[in-house]
């Protein structure tokens, strides 16, 4: 099993520009989140899914759109890149939802908005 | 704001010494997770407690669950330098859904 895996492990935008995250898990899991990591912080949740077809906001979701068409995917899209955007974004899924199961992360995402 | 909170930020202990971090957090809970992660690295799973649940060991790890003080402690047993990490608490709430989140942080630093 390859976990949970996201792409581009690295990406500069421009102020203004569009961009997809992306993020598969072949875990079957039916809960995914995703997360964005400043400098010397915690994790902050952006928006996360208890499954295909259903998504919700976390704390930080102004500026992020996400859809899940599949269990298997869960991209993030960036509509129009600001700087306040630059960090590091991970992605996760558990088993279920997230109540008794550990999350698993992905290598993350270095994104920087010039 | 963020649910949990670690304390202290930072840490820096001799090899062989314990380690203690402590998280709080404000609303009731569904669990209690701790995290950790190496510099540049994703997250890596230590431990989950549930609300009903007061104590958990795992290997040099114990963690402790106080839910009427809101409170939980994580505690590392002889340190090794390979335990430097930053060392992330989480708490789940049913809010509308499931939702987990994540405290600052405490940075660990063994000296070997």
């Known amino acids: 099993n390859a976990g949970v895996t996201q792409t581009p492990k690295f990406q500069v935008l421009k102020t203004g520009q569009s961009m997809t995250l992306q993020c598969a898990q072949d875990?079957?899991?039916?809960?995914m989140s995703w997360y964005r990591q400043d400098p010397g912080m915690g994790l902050r949740l952006i928006h996360y899914?208890?499954?295909?077809?259903?998504?919700d906001q976390g704390e930080v979701p102004n500026g992020y759109n996400v859809s899940r068409s599949t269990t298997e995917d869960f991209p993030l899209r960036l509509l129009s890149a600001a700087p306040s955007q630059t960090s590091v974004y991970f992605c996760?899924?558990?088993?279920?939802?997230?109540?008794?199961?550990?999350?698993?992360f992905g290598p993350g995402t270095r994104l920087t908005v010039l | 704001s963020q649910q949990g909170e670690e304390d202290p930020q930072a840490l820096s202990i001799q090899e062989g010494e314990n380690a203690t971090m402590n998280c709080s957090y404000k609303?009731?809970?569904?669990?209690l997770q701790w995290y950790r992660q190496n510099s540049g690295r994703g997250l890596v799973h230590l431990i989950l407690?549930?609300?009903?649940?007061r104590e958990k060991h795992s290997g040099r790890l114990r963690v402790t669950l106080d839910t009427s003080k809101k409170s939980s402690s994580l505690l590392i047993t002889a340190s090794r330098a390979a335990d430097t990490a930053s060392y992330f608490c989480?708490?789940?709430?049913?809010?509308?859904?499931?939702?987990?989140?994540f405290g600052a942080g405490t940075r660990l630093f063994v000296k070997a």
């Open positions: 407690i549930r609300s009903n649940e």
């Open positions: 996760a899924s558990s088993e279920r939802d997230s109540s008794y199961n550990e999350q698993f």
């Open positions: 899914s208890v499954g295909a077809g259903i998504t």
């Open positions: 989480a708490t789940t709430s049913y809010t509308g859904g499931f939702k987990t989140i």
């Open positions: 875990m079957n899991h039916e809960y």
């Open positions: 609303t009731s809970i569904n669990n």
